[in-house]
């Protein structure tokens, strides 16, 4: 899906030419932006930690050390604000974030785009960040491909969207078309099939990741000592070595199996409403995807139960009481495959003359 979605960007904007003049020129790069940006921030502290070494009779410390956090973007983009929107700086540093930038429709016509590519250091967990789209809106359709991936939330995929616009009024909007999407296998959990094929046998998964274990008793009193690859002691006790081991183990098993099947498709109806009205006073714009039918194409897509429905809805606000106080409020809830992306902002402004 990714390499088809580059492929057909690449296409339009190297190929296309009209008689008037360059096309790419006229309709890519006129008013586009390209910007790449590199922020650093200072660690926080974390909590001690320590673990008793009986044999010893003594402590240590297993504090984990936390590096420093980063970003580094690297985007281009091109997007028409709408009237609420005031450009609030002079530069774009990646870190830009208006939720009405995935609305179905745009405040123009035309082609509208936006790549944005992030890797990022928080709390010790490296991940990337990348979302890119490319839109196209006419006066009775709208076309729109783009490619996902929420390093945060663990949510990746790619989609095209192809749906018919119908305008009521000067404020609303109504869509209604089909959506093709591609996904890595959601919904599965492949440590259960493994546990079950061997009989409950938990440590035998452990072995396999080139951990091993020597059973040592005190007394009346029993357990295991484990150690890592390099033959390191990492933990002495089997419930130690479930609170800070094991589970790694089971995520890196599951991620491995999942990513062994590909990537999985899918085809769906999708319905969309679109809603915006602007005075200098008050403003609402609020957009709505709903996916209410998929019919999977691959072995492993995601099985969807009776009822469920996915989804993508968003919403900004505005109201300015006066020429001092005003409130505002915005925010977006995206559920694909049973996975939740959301966010939420809300607040108030008052300026002192």
């Not at 590519?117 to 960040?129: K, L, P, Q, W």
């Not at 890595?184 to 452990?206: I, R, V």
């Not at 999977?296 to 429905?309: A, I, P, Q, R, V």
Request: glycine residues 10%; charged residues 25%; contains cysteine.
């Amino acid at each position: 899906m990714k390499k088809f979605i580059l492929a057909l960007l690449s296409t339009v904007l190297l190929f296309g030419q009209d008689e008037g003049g360059n096309y790419f020129v006229d309709n890519f790069l006129k008013y586009s932006t390209f910007y790449t940006s590199l922020s650093l921030e200072s660690p926080f502290t974390p909590k001690q930690k320590f673990v008793v070494n009986t044999q010893a009779g003594t402590f240590e410390e297993t504090t984990e050390e936390i590096q420093g956090a980063y970003n580094y973007s690297v985007g281009i983009r091109k997007l028409a604000r709408f009237k609420y929107q005031a450009k609030g700086k002079k530069f774009y540093d990646g870190s830009e974030n208006e939720l009405s930038d995935v609305a179905t429709i745009g405040a123009v016509s035309g082609w509208e785009y936006l790549v944005k590519y992030s890797t990022i250091r928080s709390f010790g967990e490296e991940f990337v960040d990348t979302e890119s789209w490319m839109r196209y809106l006419g006066d009775r359709f709208v076309v729109k491909g783009s490619y996902v991936n929420f390093g945060q939330q663990d949510l990746e995929f790619g989609q095209l969207d192809i749906r018919y616009r119908k305008p009521f009024g000067h404020n609303w909007n109504f869509t209604v078309g089909s959506n093709f999407r591609g996904h890595p296998a959601y919904g599965l959990f492949p440590f259960n099939d493994w546990l079950h094929n061997n009989e409950g046998h938990w440590w035998e998964l452990a072995y396999e990741f080139g951990y091993n274990d020597e059973n040592w008793c005190d007394g009346a009193i029993c357990d295991y000592n484990w150690y890592d690859e390099n033959d390191n002691l990492v933990s002495e006790t089997d419930n130690e070595f479930y609170e800070y081991y094991y589970g790694d183990l089971i995520s890196q098993y599951n991620d491995e199996q999942v990513e062994a099947l590909g990537w999985q498709y899918e085809a769906s109806l999708v319905l969309g409403i679109d809603y915006y009205s602007y005075t200098k006073k008050f403003w609402l714009h609020g957009w709505g995807s709903l996916i209410p039918f998929s019919k999977g194409l691959t072995d492993y897509s995601f099985k969807y139960e009776k009822g469920d429905l996915d989804f993508d809805f968003g919403v900004v606000a505005g109201w300015k009481l006066n020429r001092n106080f005003g409130l505002f409020g915005e925010g977006r809830y995206l559920s694909y495959w049973g996975i939740d992306s959301y966010e939420i902002k809300a607040g108030l402004n008052y300026t002192i003359y």
